[in-house]
């Protein structure tokens, strides 16, 4: 009986663990061209980002509720800074390419369907995003809706990554807060881009 009772609290347990929706919520969509605002997001040293070096800012990258955001949204509440919300720095040897795209990146085409979406870089570097779990080599990677926002778990590295893309209630206004866990040692960018008219001969 005792057992019976684990299992059923376990289940519970389980039941009651948020997980991530891979149904869009309505009026959620990415697609279209977005330019970096430079003066609202923060400008990570890249280099250092292996390193566990960095400027420590804590008034950076601030992922309270603010301008920005659906609804109230969380967004960042300054102009432009360097660096990020950091606590220690990220381990060496850590493996964050696809991080690293997303913090270098000043413009990006979006196209996103009912189960992936689809980013463009501007880089020469192209991603696909599938809503659910995809095993990529070692990483595992999650992807869906919290809320109202686009979570993006990747998890088997040295260092967690979760990504946040918070989408403004016009869809004018995408804010992107990347943190990297790293235990003790985490830091937090937020990255804001605004949407533009596509390029002419563009393909989004």
């Known amino acids: 009986m005792r057992n019976l009772f684990v299992n059923i609290f376990a289940a519970v347990l389980l039941i009651g663990c948020s997980s991530l929706s891979t149904e869009p919520p309505v009026n959620y969509n990415l697609t279209g061209h977005w ?4 003066a609202l997001s923060d400008s990570p040293n890249l280099a250092s ?3 566990g070096a960095g400027r420590r800012n804590p008034g950076a990258g601030n992922r309270s509720r603010g301008e920005g955001g659906r609804g109230q949204g969380r967004g960042p509440q300054g102009g432009g800074r360097t ?3 950091q606590r220690g720095g990220v381990g060496t040897g850590t493996q964050i390419p696809v991080v690293v795209q997303v913090l270098a990146a000043t413009e990006m085409n979006i196209e996103q369907n009912d189960d992936s979406m689809g980013v463009d870089y501007k880089s020469g570097i192209y991603r696909d995003v ?3 779990e995809r095993k990529r080599g070692q990483l595992v990677v999650t992807s869906g809706w919290k809320e109202d926002d686009l979570v993006i778990e990747t998890k088997g ?3 967690p990554i979760e990504e946040i893309y918070v989408l403004s209630d016009d869809g004018a206004r995408l804010t992107v807060l990347v943190e990297l866990d790293g235990g003790k040692n985490d830091m937090v960018f937020t ?3 605004d949407k533009q008219e596509a390029p002419r001969g563009s393909e989004i």
């Open 35 to 38: 330019k970096l605002n430079n």
């Open 49 to 51: 980002l292996g390193r």
């Open 83 to 85: 660096g990020g919300r």
């Open 130 to 132: 599938g809503w659910g």
């Open 157 to 159: 590295g040295r260092s």
């Open 191 to 193: 990255r804001v881009f």
